[in-house]
């Protein structure tokens, strides 16, 4: 299995709270993803990250920033937790672009805002 | 209209039995598709990547019809392990989309 690593895996929250999730990887891979998933929808892209401190949006971004100031770590904050932000939280890694190549999804964290 | 469109099922088969999915994408440009499989409470894993001219992995043969957008799965002699919920996915110019899936439950 891929060196992939989330954390917390498990977390409740109250609204209106900051709380920042980790994805930690071993692989050395240059790109790295957040998604969501929620029931009835696919997993929906977040950010993603192309290299150390190039981010992008993708189609669910608001409410979300994320940071990676190392090749291995990269971070999702919820500024300020809503309830429509519960849901499970996906980390993804891929050597290259994922449009060519497997990715490698770490093992999710599940978010509760109460 | 979703991009990745998916029969959520669930799809419930004796052991045995040959099972097929289906999967339609909205988005003409779409250059490269994948099935995952995610397993109860658990990641997605891939399960095999969707070639032009198809392409068979053991027991999973995969399809892909670009006139008409649409991918499919077919999965032969379904064993209980088989029990997961499948993903289409479909990559356009790195803009990556998940369907929600389709649950199969093989049952002995």
């Known amino acids: 299995d891929a060196g992939i690593t989330q954390s917390p895996r498990h977390k409740v929250t109250e609204t209106g709270t900051p709380v920042t999730l980790r994805c930690h990887q071993t692989?050395?891979?240059?790109?790295m993803y957040w998604y969501r998933q929620d029931p009835g929808h696919g997993l929906r892209l977040i950010h993603y990250?192309?290299?150390?401190?190039?981010?992008d949006k993708g189609e669910v971004s608001d409410g979300y920033s994320v940071s990676r100031s190392k090749t291995e770590d990269f971070l999702l904050t919820l500024e300020s937790a809503t309830s429509s932000q519960t849901s499970v939280y996906f980390c993804a890694i891929s050597p290259e672009d994922r449009s060519n190549t497997e990715a490698f999804f770490g093992q999710g964290t599940r978010l509760t805002v109460v | 209209r979703k991009e990745v469109e998916q029969d959520p099922g669930p799809f419930n088969v004796p052991e045995g039995a040959t099972v097929a999915f289906n999967c339609t994408y909205s988005n003409s440009a779409s250059q490269s598709f994948f099935w995952y499989r995610q397993d109860c409470r658990k990641e997605p894993k891939l399960l095999m990547s969707?070639?032009?001219s198809g392409n068979e992995d053991g027991r999973f043969t995969a399809q892909l019809n670009r006139a008409s957008q649409y991918i499919s799965l077919l999965i032969r002699d379904s064993k209980l392990s088989d029990s997961a919920t499948y993903l289409c996915?479909?990559?356009?110019?790195?803009?990556?989309?998940f369907g929600a899936g389709t649950r199969l439950t093989v049952k002995p």
């Open positions: 692989e050395n891979h240059r790109y």
């Open positions: 969707v070639y032009s």
């Open positions: 996915v479909v990559n356009a110019w790195n803009d990556m989309r």
């Open positions: 990250s192309y290299g150390v401190k190039d981010t």
